[in-house]
């Protein structure tokens, strides 16, 4: 019994101290004719990393699910209130694109997967406020093989979100 109650409150009080790591939602909007949005959601792990997982649709034909852990590698004090941070993160994507339609007028479309680099600046009102700004190349596959330009997705993108 002592054992179960122990384990109880274990389980308990790591669910308190996650629940206490900061977090943010909001969207994330795609930039020079990507012509996308992504709900947009971060949890921060440590004082200094945080993981990113984005759903979007683009260019109103297609989707993208993708997850970065993030590396805060610089926070500025350009300014006396607010947060400034520049991050570096790494992660996947996978989604499913229609980029037309074919002779016969079949709609042609592909199932993707990609490594993704991201690198980006934000900055934390001192209400619940963040804006950030970043890069987010992809470098993958799609329909089993290597995408023709060879990275997918190099467009600069502007996030909002709320913080809780």
């Known amino acids: 019994m002592k054992k179960a109650i122990i384990i ?17 939602i909001g969207a994330r ?10 709900a947009s959601y971060q949890h921060t792990m440590a004082e ?8 979007g649709i683009f260019a109103w034909d297609g989707f993208t699910a993708t997850g970065t852990y993030n ?3 610089s926070s500025p004090r350009w300014t006396s209130e607010g947060v400034w941070n520049f ?9 499913y694109v229609e980029y037309g339609h074919d002779a016969e007028g079949r709609v042609e479309s592909n199932f993707m ?21 970043d890069l987010r190349p992809v470098l993958g596959w799609s329909d089993g093989k ?14 909002v979100r709320y913080r809780f």
């Open 8 to 24: 109880i409150a274990a389980l308990f009080g790591m669910a308190l101290a996650a629940s206490a790591q900061p977090r943010a």
């Open 29 to 38: 909007l795609l930039g020079l004719g990507a012509n996308g949005i992504e």
């Open 48 to 55: 200094s990393q945080f993981i990113q997982g984005d759903l």
């Open 71 to 73: 590396w805060i590698i």
């Open 87 to 95: 991050y570096l993160g790494a992660g996947a994507s996978l989604g």
């Open 113 to 133: 997967f990609g490594f993704v680099g991201q690198v980006g600046l934000e900055y934390n009102f001192d209400f619940p406020l963040q804006l950030s700004a």
């Open 146 to 159: 290597f995408y023709g330009d060879g990275v997918l997705g190099f467009v600069p993108s502007i996030s």
